[in-house]
Every structure is written in C-alpha cells, then in structure tokens.
C-alpha cells in the first residue's frame, strides 16, 4: 500500500483503490457494486462532493446519477467518516492519481470481492488516523505512515461499523434484508427510471434477478422489474405495493402478504 498526502484542506478527502486482475466474464452486482466486464479498479471516496470526483475521474454517469441522489438525501452524523464506492475501468487510474485528494494506493490483488476488501480495510485504518495526522506538521506526516501501512496490514482495525453490509446473494445478508434490497436495487432501479436510463435500469434488473435466485419473493420481484420500464408510465402504487409485500414474504407476515397480493391485483386490473 501507497499512500500520497496531496490535500491541504481542513476536511477528510481521500480516494482509495485497488486494481484487480481477474476481470469478470459478464455483468453483475457485487456486494451491493454493479460491475462491468471492462472494470479493473475498485476505488472508494470519502470527501465533501463525492459527485465532483466521479464525474472527473469519468466513472460511469447512470452510476454516477445514483450516486448524486443518494448524496443529496444523506445527513452525515458528526464523526462519521462516509464513504462511496464504484467500480471503474483501468483509464480511470490516471484521473484519480491527478486529483487533489490524498491518494491511497492499494497493493494489485486478483479478484473484485478482494479489491473491495483491500480498499474498504485501506480507507478505514486511514480515516482512523485522520486527525492525528492532520495535527501534526507536514514533515511528521510521512514519518507516520509506516504504522498506518503496519496496522493495515495487520487487520487491527475493522470497517464493518464503517462500511456496513454487504453480499452477493440475498442470503447472505446479516442485517435487514428489505433496507439491503431498497437501497441498493430498488432505489437505484427508480433513479434509472427517473433518468430515462434505460441501459443502466435493465442492468440493475438483471443484477437484481440474479441476487434474489431461490427467493420465497423472487417471483414478485421479476413483477416489480417489469413494472418499471423507461419510456412507459410508472404506476407508484402498484410499485409500492410490490415493494411492501416482498418485505412482508421475507419477514413471514403471511396475512399482510396475502391483503398485499389482493391489492396488487385490484390495481392491476385498473
């Protein structure tokens, strides 16, 4: 791990990544990161305009949309170190070492699901040590990276509180499942829809599909994805309620399911 402290401002800005080796043979999400076949760079921003960052290093806009409707909705709690992260190709590496923000450049790993870990584990032993560093005098900084790189390497500090959950299949989930599904799929999927976005909103789709294989749920929610088309009226209702009976199938409330199924029905037969 590299790192290079460029920043010269009060507040906590810094990118961190890692490249991959082994580039994945088709589109997905991965723990909650949609993943293209040409991506071979993990990096995570924390900073006050995270939009601003994406936008120049050129990631992907329909993510990047997301991303700015996220950011406008979110209240930061004091002390909080917040990150955003986004998968991105192999030209973007240039842009994100041009950048004013301290850099943290993670060792090359092989696969995408270790270069989220690598760069997660980087950007929080990092943002720990952020203001003993920033108090101290510029030529005192880099004498301390040795034991910011030590504690990393060693795992001594971990980024669950900071980064949350994440998974690949819906199963794999450790906390609310409905949250998980609604912020990472469902919200994005409406944005798509929002921005006319048909692309972006049909890969979410099939990264969602994907997800939810061998779910009590799943036939609602290829329901609810053909429900949401570009181009097509969005029915808010209908939409809601699929939304709500998923989460009343995976919480096992059968009766508010079933009062949800006869609802659905009455608005689609409007």
């Known amino acids: 791990m590299r790192i290079n402290l460029k920043w010269d401002g009060s507040e906590f800005r810094v990118a961190a990544y890692a490249r991959f080796s082994e580039k994945p043979v088709a589109d ?3 723990k909650g990161y949609p993943l293209r076949k040409e991506d071979g760079i993990f990096v995570l921003y924390s900073g006050p305009d995270p939009v601003g960052f994406y936008e120049r290093i050129e990631a992907p806009k329909w993510h990047v949309d997301i991303i700015k409707k996220q950011f406008e909705a ?3 709690k004091e002390g909080v170190v917040s990150a955003t992260g986004m998968f991105v190709s192999e030209d973007c590496e240039d842009a994100i070492l041009s950048g004013l923000e301290d850099i943290i450049q993670c060792d090359d790993v092989r696969t995408p699901s270790e270069a989220i870990e690598s760069v997660n584990s980087a950007l929080a032993v990092f943002s720990y040590f952020h203001r003993a560093l920033s108090s101290l005098a510029q030529d005192s900084l880099e004498d301390n990276l040795k034991s910011i790189e030590s504690l ?3 795992g001594e500090v971990s980024d669950e509180d900071l980064f949350g959950d ?3 299949r819906y199963d794999e989930v450790k906390g609310d499942l409905s ?3 609604a912020s990472n799929y469902f919200w994005p999927m409406l ?3 929002q921005d006319g976005d048909k692309e972006g909103l049909d890969w979410i789709k099939n990264s969602l599909k994907e997800f939810i294989q061998g779910a009590p749920f799943s036939g609602d929610v290829v329901a609810l994805c053909d429900n949401i088309q570009v181009g097509s009226p969005l029915n808010k209702g209908l939409v809601i309620a699929y939304i709500d009976k998923i989460d009343a199938i995976y919480k096992q409330d059968y009766e508010r399911a079933a009062e949800l199924r006869d609802k659905i029905r009455n608005l689609e037969g409007e």
Do not use: F, G, H, K
């Open 152 to 154: 990393y390497s060693d």
């Open 179 to 181: 949250d998980y599904l």
């Open 166 to 168: 994440t998974a690949s």
């Open 28 to 30: 997905y999400i991965l």
């Open 74 to 76: 979110y209240v930061p």
């Open 191 to 193: 944005c798509a829809y």
